[in-house]
């Protein structure tokens, strides 16, 4: 059963749009949503939502469940995304991006040092969660 979403479409200057901006580098109103970075994923079968559905959710402000999404977890970074981008958004950015958003959110910090997380927190996290704070502080 498909129930509908009341969408408010993401106006420039939306904060999140803004955020993920700032965060990753990329222009998220770029994208006009071709799919070839989803026909490209290896792990889009393994996603609740697909890269190109990632672009648009953040496009339309759709922060909570965007950032409930397995998805941003399920991304092993290898940018095929980026590669085929005929705008050059680079997607795998954002996805980082969002992960960054959601480690500050339930750390309450504006960036995650690892060298602080207690291992039972380090055992919790995802792999790529690790993996991504680590690029974002020697990038």
């Not at 999404?69 to 940018?79: G, L, N, P, Q, T």
């Not at 960036?111 to 690029?135: F, G, N, V």
Request: hydrophobic share 40%.
């Amino acid at each position: 059963m498909i129930t509908s979403l009341r969408i408010t479409p993401a106006r420039p200057g939306n904060p999140f749009v803004a955020q993920v901006e700032q965060i990753s580098g990329q222009k998220i109103l770029a994208c006009y949503q071709c799919g070839n970075c989803s026909a490209g994923c290896p792990m889009s079968d393994h996603m609740d939502v697909l890269p190109n559905q990632i672009i648009r959710m953040v496009q339309l402000g759709m922060r909570e469940q965007l950032l409930a999404s397995k998805s941003i977890w399920a991304c092993v970074s290898c940018m095929t995304c980026n590669s085929r981008c005929p705008k050059n958004v680079r997607i795998a950015e954002v996805i980082e991006a969002l992960r960054e958003i959601v480690l500050r959110t339930n750390d309450r910090r504006d960036c995650l040092h690892i060298t602080e997380l207690s291992p039972e927190t380090i055992a919790a996290l995802p792999p790529i969660a690790i993996i991504s704070s680590m690029r974002k502080l020697t990038s």
